[in-house]
Structures are given as structure tokens and as C-alpha cells.
């Protein structure tokens, strides 16, 4: 029988990770997590385990500690790596930098180390659509978009990531590499047993939302309503998180087949703009619970639209998402629920 391909994923319990650790063994793949969990919950294992039926490769883990990660990759010489783990909150790395350039830098360059000593054959960043700024005049990006100065000391990380990556591939042309770039990941797990966990108040709009209309907040603030768009509000690309964990498969699957080392960026997003009252609309509709909300001032940073052009994701990984906004927003509402009821039983 075929060994299957052994793929590291790192930050593997968190939201993105996990919805990827199910897509990679739904496509013959072994995921080997390396996970700390401190942005993470240690239930997400046993939900993992529920939805795939299998027992899972778990290394609580620090990615920035070398002679651990050196240690996991000599026992179980993987064939690629997906590397989410990394600080995310943008407010945070504005209040604590120092924190966000030692932990998403170090955790990089030490996955880099072992891609060159073990050899390992594929390798797919996390990245984001904040390396393109506040893209002037334009709506739809595309990846020869001009990478900006970001917003945030974590966009910043996620520039500085992809810059270090790029010097890598020099010194190191045979590796196969790409870069994700995503617009807004939202939604859960068809199962509702996985999902985005924010701790704290959420900044992003989705998880607000479910949590005002389950009650742990008290009202939405929709930023802003006077902005050069359709109805006044804020354009995103809102990408269900399921289709962008099959964006990572299908990247490992491409950079398998090619004879040859290369390294691209490539953008996840639907290609479709919704706004944030759009968004509104379609919560009260799809789940018919009414979302108390108030419109407020402008937020800091915010860009008026922007959205993906999926073009080269089409053409290169040969996917195109599968999900609407609506089945975002239901999944991300019965995994609420399913919160809900967990912490209630508690
Ligand atoms: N919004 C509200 N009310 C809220 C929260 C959000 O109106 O309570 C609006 C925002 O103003 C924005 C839209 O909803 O117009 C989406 O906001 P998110 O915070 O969900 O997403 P962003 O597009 O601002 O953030 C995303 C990623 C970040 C990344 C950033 C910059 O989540 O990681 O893009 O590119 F840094």
C-alpha cells in the first residue's frame, strides 16, 4: 500500500488550519498538526477526530523552537508544509509589535531552515490581501498589484513573510512555493463541530454578528454608511472557509506535479464584493433572526471596496469556490450555536 504524503501544517487546531486538516485527508493526505494551542482550543482535536473518523497527529509544539520542530521533522520527513501558525489580531500587534515581528518572523525562518535540510519537496504560506494596502482606485486586485506599506505591524509581518520567502527561493530555487493571499475568510464547517473561535471581542464582522444575535454582544456597529459604494457601506470579498482549505490542497496537488522548483502568490477570494449591509440583509434572511444594529462612524484603516481577482487561482489551481455568502453565514451561525451550547453546559 502507498504511504500517504505526510503534510506539516502548522497553527493545524486553529480556524483556517483545522477546516484544512479536513480537506487534506479528504484528498489522501496525512496531516501532522503542530499546534501550541494557545490561540487555539484543545476540543478542536477530538471534533477534528469526530469529523474524519481518524486519530490525529498532534505536536504541541512552538514553532519558533528550532530543535522541537527539527526534532518532529527528522522523525517524520514530510513531503509539505502549510504554515498557518502566526499572530493575527491587527489591533494587538499595534498595541505589542515586538510580539507580532518575534513570533511570525522566527516561526518562518525556522520552517524555512527545515525545508532545506529535510528537503521538504512543497510549501504554501498563509498570506494576506493586506500586503496590497489601500490599493488606490482600484476594487478587483490582482496578484501584479503593488505590494504596499500595510495598516498594521501584522500586515507588515505578513509582507516582511512573503519578502523572506522570496530571498529563500533564490538561495534555494529547487524548492515549490506559493504564497495564499486571502481576502475574508468566513464561515464553518458544514458539521458545525469546527469553526473561528475568536477570543475576546471579535473584530471582524461575521463573528460579531453571530455573537449579537446569540446575545453575547449587545448591538453591531456597522462602520460607516457614507462611502462611495452602492449602499454607503463597506465592500469585502467574503471567502467561505471551506473553499479556501481546498485552495491549499489544490496548491500542494499543483506544486507536486511541477518538475521544477517556483514560487508564486496567489489570491483567494471569490472575485465577488458583498457589503457589510448586504451582509446584514442576508443574516436576518437566511436565518430569520432579527440582528440588532446601528450604524457608526468610519473605522480607522478601512478601505472603501475591495475585492479578488481569482483569475490566476482559477487558472493555476484550477478551483473555483463552490460556496455562497449564504452558506457562510449559516455555518457560521450553527457553529455559534453549537458554542453556545457547549459553554451553557459547561
Ligand atoms: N465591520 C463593521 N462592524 C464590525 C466589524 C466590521 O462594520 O463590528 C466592517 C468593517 O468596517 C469592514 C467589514 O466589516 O468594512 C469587514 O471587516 P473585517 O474586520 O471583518 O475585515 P477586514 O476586511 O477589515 O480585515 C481583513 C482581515 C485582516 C486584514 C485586513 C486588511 O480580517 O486580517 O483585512 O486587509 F488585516
Redesign the pocket.
Known sequence: MDEKKKIIVTGGAGYIGSHTVVALIENGYEPIVIDDFRNSQKAVVANLEKITGQKLSVHAIDCCNEEAVRNLFASEKPMGIIHFAAY?A?GESVENPLMYYQNNLQSLVVLLKMVKEFKVETFVFSS???VYGEPKGAISVDEGFPIAKA??P??QTKIICEQIIEDFHKSHPEGKMICLRYF?PVGAHESALIGEYPIGKP????P?ITQTAIGKREI?????KDYDTPDG??I?DYIHVCDLAEAHVRSIAFLEKQNRGLLDAVNVGTGKGTS?KEMVDTFEEATGVELKHQFGPR?QG?VPAIYANNEKMQRVLGFTPQKTIRDSITSAWNWEKYIHENESSK
Do not use: E, Q, W
Request: charged share 15%; glycine share 8%.
Open positions: 493575527k491587527v494576506s490581501c493586506t495598516f498594521s501584522y500586515g475574508n473584530n471582524n464582522l461575521l460579531f453591531l456597529t456597522i462602520f460607516g457601506t463597506c469585502r457589510v473605522r478601512d
